[in-house]
């Protein structure tokens, strides 16, 4: 049964929850006990200050910022760990030696390709055996052996194979052109530079924020703060304020940015229509014939699933199986299947249903038709929230059609032992009885079981899903 405030439209704005649960600040209760007192006038008024942005720009700037653990810090440990890194020492001395010069001019020159061609044939089998016939000595090959063995001793060849087997070149391949070397290049270009000495010698300055006079009203702010009254308040005030941040985390999202549908997170289709036929269905009297990618735009972080007169063959799945006909309509639906389950947990999403006479839904399933859950939907003009423990076995929470006509929070809460369907952090009702065990997927979806004139549309902001913490 929908309370009296889902009733009167008494909820809280969507956009007050975005804030609070974005920035996790809220309006302070004011206690009538304390709320007129002097002190607690003074401590708002210092609040005020030491909270707004501008003072807390500065006091970051300011107090906040040192140079050990900052990112100035960190690069320059980096740097000085590069320069001392034996690799790199080994690198730049290898370059600035005359070795790699020479061995660069020799590197694939005539010299080397002839002296590696006569190795190879005289370490062959076939020269082996000419050096033992009567017919070696003077001939062509005898010469070409001579020359070889004149190669092989010249400390120029020597020189040239001992540098390219040795460490040292090794280390010279590995340096030159990496990722670590530029790293190094780029690091020292910038510790060498005005803008870094700058700013560690500001973050040096210890006493750079206690000069200010900020310092003088934040101390009496702090001494404030410690008053036993002003604990008390506070204390009462916010006694549960971060409770939600520290039982749970965050286990789903998609904010819908960027241009498209993220298609590794999203089926387009049922997911049973996915894995066993392969194809887009409908079920029972909807009028829509489900579309892949026609029906569905992502733009301005916004997912519209848009539901317009279209003409379209599909298949429709009944009682006796599927056939193929021809729709009036067409439309989208899109689900977690393959990509995302859970058991437990809170399933939120932020949608504007749209026009209440279509079934635009926000639903969960497992792998059977039950347990199957709409967090919302909208049917005969009404937004409803209803669980289908099995198929002739429901409950609902039904609440008025206005809720479809703009963008709202709904929610599930999902225990062990309790389902509850909230809007804008309002309970539409709680089951207790039949709570599904299994994990279950997300699907978002328009349709129509009645005509409509035009082409409407379910947007959707964000889709999230926590779970406890363990």
């Known amino acids: 049964m929908a309370s009296l405030k889902l009733l009167l439209g008494l909820i809280p704005s969507t956009a007050k929850i975005e804030q609070a649960e974005?920035?996790?600040?809220?309006?302070?209760?004011k206690l009538n006990a304390f709320s007129g007192s002097e002190t607690l006038k003074k401590f708002n008024e210092l609040k005020e200050l030491v909270t707004s942005p501008d003072f807390l720009s500065k006091k970051k700037e300011i107090e906040s910022l040192s140079f050990k653990g900052s990112e100035e810090y960190a690069k320059e440990k980096e740097f000085l760990s590069l320069q001392k890194a034996k690799d790199i020492v080994l690198y730049f001395k290898t370059i600035a030696g005359s070795t790699?010069?020479?061995?660069?001019?020799?590197?694939?020159?005539?010299?080397?390709?002839?002296?590696?061609?006569?190795?190879?044939?005289v370490s062959s089998l076939e020269f082996r055996e000419k050096m033992k016939t009567k017919e070696f000595k003077g001939?062509?090959?005898?010469?070409?052996?001579?020359e070889f063995t004149r190669l092989k001793s010249s400390s120029e060849i020597q020189d040239f194979f001992k540098f390219r087997k040795s460490k040292e070149y090794a280390n010279f391949q590995n340096i030159d052109g990496s990722s670590k070397l530029a790293r190094y290049n780029e690091l020292k270009d910038y510790v060498a530079s005005n803008e870094f000495k700058e700013k560690k010698a500001y973050l040096l300055d210890k006493k750079r924020f206690e000069k200010s006079d900020m310092f003088k009203?934040?101390?009496e702010y702090n001494k404030l703060s410690r008053n036993e009254d002003i604990l008390w308040y506070f204390k009462v005030r916010d006694s549960n304020k971060f409770d939600i941040l520290k039982s749970r985390e965050l286990t789903f999202c998609d904010e819908f940015e960027g241009d498209n549908l993220d298609t590794k997170i999203w089926l387009t289709n049922y997911y049973w229509g996915d894995k066993l036929l392969k194809d887009n269905y409908t079920v029972g009297k909807d009028l829509q014939a489900y579309t892949e990618k026609e029906n569905f735009e992502v733009r301005n972080s916004l997912l519209k699933i848009i539901t317009k007169p279209q003409k379209k063959e599909g298949k429709v799945w009944s009682a006796d199986g599927f056939m193929t006909k021809e729709f009036a309509y067409t439309s989208g639906i899109v689900n977690t299947g393959k990509s995302f389950r859970q058991k437990y947990g809170t399933f939120s999403a932020k949608i504007k249903l749209g026009n209440p006479a279509t079934k635009s839904a926000f639903w969960m399933l497992s792998d059977k038709i039950t347990p199957h859950i709409?967090?919302?939907?909208?049917?005969?003009?009404k937004v409803v929230s209803d669980y289908f423990a099995a198929p002739e076995k429901?409950?609902?929470?039904?609440?008025?059609g206005k809720y479809a006509n703009d963008f709202y929070i709904f929610t599930l809460e999902w225990t062990a032992d309790r389902l509850v369907w909230k809007i804008n952090d309002?309970?539409?009702?709680s089951q207790t009885n039949g709570v599904p065990n299994e994990p279950m997927y997300i699907l978002l979806s328009g349709g129509l079981d009645k005509p409509v004139n035009s082409m409407t549309a379910m947007e959707i902001d964000w889709v999230r899903v926590y779970q406890p913490k363990k």
């Open 374 to 381: 709409d967090v919302c939907r909208t049917a005969n003009g």
């Open 100 to 121: 790699l010069k020479k061995f660069k001019e020799l590197d694939g020159s005539e010299k080397i390709s002839g002296y590696e061609s006569l190795e190879k044939m």
């Open 217 to 219: 009203s934040l101390e």
């Open 426 to 429: 309002t309970e539409i009702f």
């Open 22 to 29: 974005k920035a996790l600040i809220t309006e302070f209760e």
């Open 394 to 400: 429901r409950v609902k929470g039904s609440i008025g």
């Open 139 to 146: 001939s062509d090959d005898d010469k070409k052996l001579q």
